[in-house]
């Protein structure tokens, strides 16, 4: 994946408020960037997957959090940092103990491959990549992409982690309580999710869908005569 570009097109015919995300899923500490805040090592507390995310994508960080940096079960389950209870849906955790760290950077700032591209929008840039990635009209069904879109309202972390990663399609996700708590997310925003596989074909959508007249900012139909209300129509007699 060129992050460059990437970075550069999301920002053309997206424009987030806040900064895309690269997710990487890492076996080891040595998969890890020198350049690496790890929570428990550098700032001294434990914190939650969502606090995380919402580190990264607002403050600019790069962070790598593993079963020691976590003080919530949903995002440590979702990570597979400890086993999951029977409560907890499949779809949204990873194989127990695979994985030591969730690494999480700003997309412009990633030196590494990413497993994950995440994206906070609000719903009219959410349906502009729900387009990109579906596919624009006259194309043959094996090009187009599938999009999930998930609103269960709680463990959004194993949404974006995991599920993406584990089903390989792209997710519109609906925020979960936690996210807005201690995440930061809010009232406006959704999620959106591409598996790497994925990328390419979104990014190519979003420049096909933008030719055929799908936008952002929207384009609202401007280019008529309104239907004024009597009181604001200029008088015939008016000098």
């Not at 995440?118 to 840039?125: D, F, G, H, R």
């Amino acid at each position: 994946m060129d992050v460059k570009q990437t970075t550069d097109t999301l920002n053309f015919y997206i424009r987030p408020q806040t900064f895309p995300l690269a997710l990487k899923l890492c076996s080891s500490e040595s998969e890890l960037p020198d350049k690496v805040r790890v929570p428990m090592r550098d700032l001294g507390y434990q914190i939650a997957l969502c606090q995380g995310i919402g580190l990264a994508r607002r403050y600019g960080w790069t962070l790598a959090i593993g079963k020691e940096d976590q003080c919530c079960i949903g995002g440590a389950q979702a990570m597979g940092f400890i086993s999951e209870s029977p409560e907890t849906s499949s779809e949204k955790t990873l194989e127990f103990g695979k994985y030591r760290y969730v690494l999480l950077a700003p997309l412009h700032n990633a030196t590494f491959d990413p497993d994950i591209v995440a994206i906070y929008v609000n719903p009219a840039q959410a349906m502009r990549l729900t387009q990109a990635a579906s596919g624009t009209p006259g194309q043959s069904e094996s090009a187009r992409q599938g999009v999930s879109a998930i609103a269960s309202g709680f463990m959004d972390c194993g949404d974006i982690a995991a599920r993406t990663f584990l089903t390989d399609e792209c997710q519109v996700i609906l925020p979960s309580g936690g996210d807005r708590i201690f995440g930061g997310t809010q009232d406006h925003e959704m999620i959106f999710t591409m598996p790497r596989s994925k990328v390419e074909g979104v990014l190519k959508g979003l420049e096909d869908t933008h030719k055929t007249g799908f936008r952002y900012p929207i384009l609202t139909d401007l280019r008529h005569r309104p239907a004024l209300p009597p009181f604001l129509e200029i008088p015939k007699d008016a000098a």
